[in-house]
């Protein structure tokens, strides 16, 4: 059974960079699709990018500019950066493996969710 779980701070102040961590147990990060997705209050899900097997990266082009994935194997985690948030930032944050590509919707396995909110 694979079980991935988000950490990272639940509030981040404007034009700081928020950082989340998802660690994941029962499968290995060097398999398949690793993606970030978020889900801002009242709106529905958006994929923010991924981290795939072999270490490569993908990001949505509304986000390209300010999301950064990395991976620490030896942890068996992912982590996502977003840089200069605003307001509009704040969202529940999932981590998810995709087993079939990037962002192609092709999820088995999700994080609970961790709530970000970005304010003074």
């Known amino acids: 059974q694979v079980q991935l779980q988000e950490s990272g701070p639940g509030l981040v102040k404007p034009s700081q960079t928020l950082s989340l961590t998802c660690t994941v147990s029962g499968g290995s990060i060097t398999y398949y699709y690793w993606s970030w997705i978020r889900q801002p209050p009242g709106k529905g899900l958006e994929w923010m990018g991924a981290?795939?097997?072999?270490?490569?990266?993908d990001y949505s082009p509304s986000l390209k500019s300010r999301t950064s994935i990395s991976r620490d194997t030896s942890k068996n985690q992912f982590t996502l950066q977003l840089s200069s948030v605003t307001p509009e930032d704040t969202a529940v944050y999932y981590c998810a493996r995709d087993i079939t590509g990037w962002g192609t919707d092709g999820y088995d396995y999700w994080g609970q969710g961790t709530q970000v909110t970005v304010s003074s």
């Open positions: 981290i795939a097997y072999s270490g490569s990266t």
